[in-house]
Nanobody
Framework: QAQVVESGGGLVQPGGSLRVSCVVS????????IGWFRQAPGKLREGVGC????????YYADSVKGRFTISTDNAENTVYLQMNSLEPADTAVYYC????????????????????WGQGTQVTVSS
């Protein structure tokens, strides 16, 4: 059974940086995609970005492009979301999700395509 666990959220000032982590286990690393999502109070869940396990293809939503970066440490089965130049609008619960199996060389942030979800980690951007 695949498992997904996020960590690393917290409080940061506007303009600051934060990195959240996602440890995944229980599946074969090659055939998967990881997605990052967020949900702010009173708003719909939003896809932030994703990475394909086969090709390292990455996709970012326009709202975070140039500020957020997804990276992986395969030895540690960990995916990171590095968030820079944070804004109050980035305040949300951030979720990591696993699409498995996935044999494609690309990825998307359609939530229904992801089978396993973490519990979420709160990111608050405020002065």
């Amino acid at each position: 059974q695949a498992q997904v666990v996020e960590s690393g959220g917290g409080l940061v000032q506007p303009g600051g940086s934060l990195r959240v982590s996602c440890v995944v286990s229980g599946f074969t690393l090659d055939y998967h995609a990881i997605g990052w999502f967020r949900q702010a109070p009173g708003k719909l869940r939003e896809g932030v970005g994703c990475i394909s396990g086969r090709s390292d293809f990455k996709y970012y939503a326009d709202s975070v492009k140039g500020r957020f970066t997804i990276s992986t440490d395969n030895a540690e089965n960990t995916v990171y979301l590095q968030m820079n130049s944070l804004e109050p609008a980035d305040t949300a619960v951030y979720y990591c999700a696993l699409r498995y199996p996935w044999y494609g060389n690309d990825c998307s942030t359609e939530a229904y395509e992801f089978h396993y979800w973490g519990q979420g980690t709160q990111v608050t951007v405020s002065s």
